[in-house]
């Protein structure tokens, strides 16, 4: 699929639900000029590329973080590989993997240092998991110039009166400096999961 054509999906999307907001709920919003987006998508393909590069690498260094457990979990439960791996994708979500981890440093871990540094590193993960759920789940608004111009989350608010939509958040400078910062602390973060494991190993052996 081209670029264009995915621009064409994101500004229908976008759209159709800023619309709900104000329209009764049978009446359809405008179809988009998608010819016109298209023309002008060229203006914008810098910029959007450059988003579209730092979504695709928070997302992929974030799951390649998270097959880190895997590692922690063999050791932990002093098993083998594939058996770790069956118990990671048994458990199939990231709070259940990281409930599992943390009882089990409770149950094992008693160098206090080793322990410590390892509940830093899960806390350091859990905050890009809430950034990485916040690209992987909104919705991505396009302007008529092909531009990303904002994210609305997916998540449902609910007050005494109305249901609403999550936050939306729009695509400025911080926000591009934002998405630069999270890449390179999850790239620092997964040498640190890799530098813990040895010492991981060390401690747990040294108790058999």
């Known amino acids: 699929m081209k670029v264009a054509d995915e621009i064409r999906c994101g500004a229908a999307t976008a759209r159709r639900f800023e619309s709900a907001q104000t329209m009764p709920s049978t009446q359809l919003p405008p179809k988009p000029d998608f010819a016109a987006i298209e023309a002008a998508a060229p203006e914008s393909v810098d910029r959007r590329t450059l988003i579209l590069a730092l979504i695709g690498n928070l997302i992929c260094s974030w799951s390649n973080n998270e097959s880190m457990l895997i590692y922690v979990l063999m050791m932990l439960l002093r098993t083998d590989q594939a058996s770790a791996a069956i118990v990671f994708a048994t ?18 871990l008693k160098d206090k240092a080793l322990d410590r540094d ?18 992987n789940h909104c919705i991505y608004s396009v302007d008529d110039h092909g531009k990303i111009t904002q994210t609305q989350s997916m998540r449902i608010v609910e007050t005494r009166t109305s249901l609403q939509f999550g936050e939306t958040r729009q695509m400025d400078e911080q926000r591009i400096k934002e998405m630069l910062d999270a890449n390179r602390s999850l790239t620092q973060l997964n ?16 108790k058999t």
């Open 191 to 206: 040498r640190e999961l890799w530098d813990i494991l040895p010492r991981l190993q060390a401690h747990l052996n040294s």
């Open 118 to 135: 390892l509940k830093k590193l899960i806390a350091r993960f859990n905050d890009s998991t809430r950034l990485r759920n916040e690209f």
């Open 91 to 108: 458990l199939n979500t990231t709070r259940a993997r990281l409930d599992l981890i943390q009882r089990l440093a409770l149950l094992h």
